[in-house]
Nanobody, 123 residues
Framework: QVQLVESGGRLVQAGGSLRLSCAAS????????MGWFRQAPGKEREFVAAITWSSTITYYADSVKDRFTISRDNAKNTVYLQMNTLKPEDTAVYYC????????????????WGQGTQVTVST
């Protein structure tokens, strides 16, 4: 069992930056692939970024590539999402998720989810 708690979401102006954190408790965090997803009002939950357990591989949605960076610190049981050059269309609730498999872009590949943190980007 893994419990995930996101933090760092807030209101920010377009062009600004935020770093989201996801703290994990439970066993064997370092063995999980981790992902970030987001959900805007009235829209489906969508993939943002993912990272393998060893940080060897990261991948991103096209909409955030070159602006967002996912990373993890297994010693701190934490995964991060650095978000730069934010746009109003990035406004959403951001969720982190843990996968006992290799992760991926589909939400159903993830076994555990946090409660989410709200990011609002104003014009």
């Amino acid at each position: 069992q893994v419990q995930l708690v996101e933090s760092g979401g807030r209101l920010v102006q377009a062009g600004g930056s935020l770093r989201l954190s996801c703290a994990a408790s439970g066993r064997a965090f370092s063995s999980y692939a981790m992902g970030w997803f987001r959900q805007a009002p009235g829209k489906e939950r969508e993939f943002v970024a993912a990272i393998t357990w060893s940080s060897t591989i990261t991948y991103y949605a096209d909409s955030v590539k070159d602006r967002f960076t996912i990373s993890r610190d297994n010693a701190k049981n934490t995964v991060y999402l650095q978000m730069n050059t934010l746009k109003p269309e990035d406004t959403a609730v951001y969720y982190c998720a843990a996968s006992r498999g290799g992760g991926g872009i589909h939400p159903n590949l993830y076994d555990y989810w946090g409660q989410g943190t709200q990011v609002t980007v104003s014009t």
